[in-house]
């Protein structure tokens, strides 16, 4: 699941390849920006913010990518022709290196002067320069009655959480993913968790909350309903409520109902 740590690190990965080079194609394979074409511009810089990613491109414009759900880049030693592939959305070339994106859930140009008109409306960023837990707080806390699960997912409140440490982070903390956000008491410790675990995994290609990396010991609730949980033997749940707005894979929710008592149980 690409969250906030996937994108951070993207970002990191495409600044290496492109920023201080000057590309040398620009394939933008998305109907409103087919005939796009940033070739013999530099690339400035690569900066991730939340779950979006902002590619700064000399002459005043920023591409704008989101990975949504399924999104991925792959980056490799330039010169072969571009990927025939109908899952690419965009390729960016410089004399080095071919970078590729696939299944991008968003690809648009914006001029930079105006991202705030994609990015704007995020919460503070977890990840980013400018993270600010107490306005994070406020954010959350000026909607009192909506689930913790959902307040934690609406990037307008804080910026970079995804399902998997939506429910991770209610998890560690013993939080329903019903309780209302107005009824936690230390929301500070909430948000400063959620950073905590982001920044532990933005190094690394697995999102690891209970501290081993092996594989299916990754996670305390996340993608695993039906067994025990590890910490009381309770057996984990998992529920879609259709309600929140969001996409189905982001609205299946994990928890151990011992662990997490509250209205869900
Ligand atoms: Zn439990």
Redesign the pocket.
Known sequence: MPEGDTVWRVSRRLGEALAGRVLTRSDFRVPRFATTDLAGRVVHESLPRGKHLLIRVDGGVTIHTHLRMDGSWRIWPAGRPPPRDHRVRLVLENADWQAVGYLLGVVEVVPTAREDRVVGYLGPDLLGPDWNADEAVRRLAATPDRPAGEALLDQRNLAGIGNLYKAEVL?LRGISPWQPVGSIGDMHALVELARRLLEANKERPSQVTTGNPARGAETWVYGRAGRP??????T?RAESRADSGAPAAERMTYW?????PGPGD
């Not at 949980?229 to 309770?234: D, L």
């Open positions: 998890f949980c590890r910490r009381c033997g309770t984990i151990c109902p011992a662990c997490q």
